[in-house]
């Protein structure tokens, strides 16, 4: 069932979207060659306590952490943990904050100090393909309308966009109706639905510089997910809310931008 906030809720959700906002700027600041994942978490976790937040990764289906660090070939869903990053690498980061009892979830890949224009441009392709469904979306667009303009920009670039994860809508739940894939195929055609005002979803292209194909990769109690080929892979996620006329991104960093 695909819920409509009401704008009490919406104001929940905007505070949640601003603590993430400003988590994901932070770590944009701590990301650097010789930082570990853990770090870039611990710092994250203090600013999201202090804004009255609460990671909510944390014990979410037994995930160990309370936020997702996937560097070069992890595509999502990577464990934080003491390894140094290294000049080169990219790290995708996702957080999830609850502010009384409401959910926002975002993410987005860094660079770590110089990396290869290829990483570069994997990056900025996966980045710009959110930035044109966020600017698609508002009362009556169809999700087959948002996901094909993803997959287009993506795949359009020579790039594989993954199929095996999709967005979501969010609320009180991390996890809530409808699914947004990144994809179009004809299952996905059949169950369209079109948003409305109060809908809320979040949006995350995913986009491997190979093969779309993604395999499980077992770490302690928890599947991190990578690329097959092991080639890079690149991850942006906002949680937008639909309104009367257009849209709300509801997890900007402090003064917009991505
Ligand atoms: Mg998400």
């Given at each position: ?20 906002g400003e988590s994901l700027a932070l770590a944009d600041r701590v990301v ?96 710009e393909s959110l930035e044109i469904a966020l600017a698609a979306v508002g ?120």
């Amino acid at each position: 069932m695909v819920t409509r906030k009401s704008r009490r809720e919406l104001d929940r959700m905007r505070e949640a979207g601003r603590i993430v906002g400003e988590s994901l700027a932070l770590a944009d600041r701590v990301v650097a060659p010789g930082v570990t994942t853990k770090d870039i978490e611990r710092e994250m976790v203090a600013l999201i306590r202090r804004g009255g937040g609460e990671p909510c990764f944390l014990g979410y289906r037994g995930f160990p952490a309370c936020i997702c660090a996937s560097v070069n070939e992890e595509v999502v869903h990577g464990i934080p943990d003491d390894r140094r990053l290294r000049e080169g690498d990219i790290v995708g980061i996702d957080v999830g904050v609850r502010y009384k009892g409401y959910i926002a979830d975002a993410a987005r890949t860094f660079a770590v100090g110089r990396v290869e224009d290829r990483a570069q441009r994997l990056m900025d392709v996966c980045r710009e393909s959110l930035e044109i469904a966020l600017a698609a979306v508002g009362p009556d667009v169809r999700l087959s309308e948002i996901a094909s303009r993803i997959q287009a920009h993506i795949e359009g670039a020579g790039y594989g966009v993954v199929r095996d994860y999709s967005g979501h809508g969010v609320g009180r739940q991390m996890h809530e109706d409808p699914q947004v894939p990144n994809y179009v195929d004809e299952h996905f055609r059949r169950n369209d639905m079109a948003l409305k005002p109060g809908h809320v979803i979040a949006i995350e292209p995913m986009a491997n510089e190979g093969t779309h194909l993604t395999s499980r990769v077992r770490k302690g109690n928890w599947d991190v997910v990578v690329t097959r080929d092991g080639k890079l892979s690149a991850h942006f996620e906002h949680t937008v809310a639909v309104l009367d006329e257009g849209s709300e991104v509801l997890t900007q960093k402090p003064g917009g931008g991505d």
